[in-house]
């Protein structure tokens, strides 16, 4: 079976399409990994309509890192699924109680949600940032899929393919990861993604 380290910053849209594709049609095991907008954009003139965005990745990073420290790969992964489908797949706002609500449900410590404003957990989603950028070799924006220890940008999907065309795509993406001379490959996209379950059929 394949390994995969999934580094995704869980503010991104993109990211959640990439990690519902790999868990629902990849022969493979997936350990999702914290990594930062905030971090990556720091120093950046970043363009008045992407400051929010950065502004929500550090405040929910420093949660993410709040639960990772207590409840390790798992909390996150767990966080990180209910985080997903209510942010992106319902599209429903986040707020302190949200986040507090969520945390409660996963029956882990909704006191942790106070750790928004807690600066000092900056060091620690800058670590694990850190950790994607050597993984790849150099920055780059989430996801980075890490597949059998060699690391990519992305992939960068626009909408969750079905079942089928998942397991085809995968299979590409094992292809490309044990070609030693890929080095890349990129068309323009837009988004956001569509972030809508596919139909599984019956």
């Known amino acids: 079976m394949t390994?995969?380290?999934?580094?995704?910053?869980?503010?991104?849209?993109?990211?959640w399409v990439t990690a519902r594709w790999l868990q629902?049609?990849?022969?493979?095991r997936v350990t999702?990994?914290?990594?930062?907008?905030?971090?990556?954009?720091?120093?950046q003139d970043v363009?008045?309509?992407?400051?929010?965005?950065?502004?929500?990745?550090r405040r929910l990073g420093?949660?993410?890192?709040a639960v990772t420290r207590r409840y390790g790969d798992d909390g996150?992964?767990?966080?990180?699924?209910?985080?997903?489908?209510?942010?992106?797949?319902?599209?429903?706002?986040?707020?302190?109680?949200?986040?507090?609500?969520?945390?409660?449900?996963?029956?882990?410590d909704p006191?942790?949600?106070?750790?928004?404003?807690?600066?000092s957990l900056d060091e620690s989603v800058a670590e694990t940032h850190r950790a994607s950028e050597q993984a790849l070799g150099q920055p780059s924006g989430s996801p980075i899929a890490v597949v059998e220890g060699r690391g990519f940008s992305g992939p960068v999907l626009t909408k969750i393919p079905d079942p089928q065309q998942g397991k085809q795509l995968f299979e590409a993406l094992v292809t490309l990861a044990s070609t030693p001379a890929f080095a890349a490959v990129r068309s323009p996209y837009s988004g956001p993604p569509d972030t809508t379950e596919?139909?599984?059929?019956t």
């Open 24 to 28: 629902t049609s990849a022969d493979a």
């Open 198 to 201: 596919p139909a599984t059929g």
């Open 62 to 65: 420093r949660i993410f890192a």
């Open 76 to 108: 996150f992964d767990r966080l990180y699924q209910e985080f997903g489908t209510v942010a992106h797949t319902r599209k429903e706002p986040i707020t302190h109680e949200t986040i507090a609500a969520m945390l409660t449900r996963l029956d882990l």
């Open 3 to 15: 390994d995969i380290a999934l580094y995704v910053d869980p503010v991104c849209p993109f990211s």
């Open 47 to 57: 363009d008045a309509g992407q400051r929010p965005m950065i502004e929500r990745s």
């Open 111 to 119: 006191a942790l949600a106070e750790a928004a404003d807690d600066a």
């Open 32 to 43: 999702l990994r914290q990594m930062s907008l905030a971090v990556l954009n720091e120093g």
